[in-house]
């Protein structure tokens, strides 16, 4: 796991090697059922999340499984006794999936944004990424920017208030790639904590 810091906030990534995530059946799962898409964030002339039920990405269940044990291990100082990480969706009754895809063609770049403050923590797993088509750049509120290089397999965790762009994909090639957050669950009252 490699740690980077951009103070206040620390960002870990590392690659994946668990044969258990098939990126390829993922990719050509997302693929077969792009008429299950539904869209949020039009920015730039293009759809920036792409959101679709896991009933037809059953490939994603092993990677989401993963990522939450991931999390857990690395974060489990800021949970409670007897609490976890989930990262919601459909499947487990919840309304809103907290996974989504970005699929980012030939001169496709990602706004400054940030995640939803609620959850824990975010990140980002790279499923398909060409040469040439763009890297993560966080930002922190003195303008201090961190740039850390988009490769195929790695997944980034990094904190959901701060704030990170893509770059110019400058590739012929899209740049594919699974973003989420995890929450604490189940959810303390305020006097628990």
């Given at each position: 796991?490699n740690?980077?810091?951009?103070?206040?906030?620390?960002?870990?990534s590392?690659k994946?090697?668990?044969?258990?995530?098939n990126?390829?059946?993922?990719?050509?799962?997302?693929?077969?059922?792009?008429?299950?898409?539904?869209?949020?964030?039009?920015?730039?002339?293009?759809w920036e999340?792409i959101?679709?039920?896991?009933?037809?990405?059953?490939?994603?269940?092993?990677?989401?499984?993963?990522?939450?044990?991931?999390s857990?291990?690395?974060?489990?100082?800021?949970?409670?006794?007897h609490?976890?990480?989930?990262?919601?969706?459909?499947?487990?009754?919840?309304?809103?999936?907290?996974?989504?895809?970005?699929?980012?063609?030939?001169?496709d770049?990602?706004?400054?944004?940030n995640h939803?403050q609620?959850?824990?923590?975010?990140?980002?797993?790279?499923?398909?990424?060409?040469?040439?088509?763009?890297?993560?750049?966080?930002?922190?509120?003195?303008k201090?920017?961190?740039?850390?290089?988009?490769?195929a397999?790695?997944?980034?965790?990094?904190?959901?208030?701060?704030?990170h762009?893509?770059?110019?994909?400058?590739?012929?090639?899209k740049?594919?790639?699974?973003?989420?957050?995890?929450?604490?669950?189940?959810?303390?009252?305020?006097?628990?904590?």
């Amino acid at each position: 796991m490699n740690t980077y810091y951009l103070f206040p906030h620390k960002i870990l990534s590392t690659k994946i090697t668990d044969k258990n995530i098939n990126s390829i059946n993922i990719l050509s799962e997302l693929n077969d059922n792009k008429k299950k898409y539904t869209f949020t964030h039009y920015i730039n002339n293009r759809w920036e999340n792409i959101y679709i039920s896991p009933q037809y990405i059953p490939s994603i269940l092993p990677f989401i499984s993963f990522v939450t044990s991931l999390s857990i291990k690395y974060y489990n100082n800021l949970l409670m006794p007897h609490q976890t990480l989930i990262i919601p969706h459909e499947l487990l009754g919840y309304q809103k999936n907290e996974f989504w895809f970005n699929i980012s063609k030939h001169g496709d770049s990602t706004r400054l944004h940030n995640h939803n403050q609620k959850a824990l923590l975010s990140g980002v797993f790279y499923l398909d990424v060409p040469k040439d088509s763009g890297n993560i750049i966080f930002k922190n509120s003195k303008k201090k920017e961190l740039e850390i290089k988009a490769e195929a397999g790695k997944i980034i965790f990094f904190p959901p208030e701060l704030d990170h762009y893509v770059t110019i994909n400058n590739s012929k090639n899209k740049r594919i790639s699974i973003s989420f957050n995890c929450y604490k669950f189940p959810m303390l009252s305020r006097k628990n904590k």
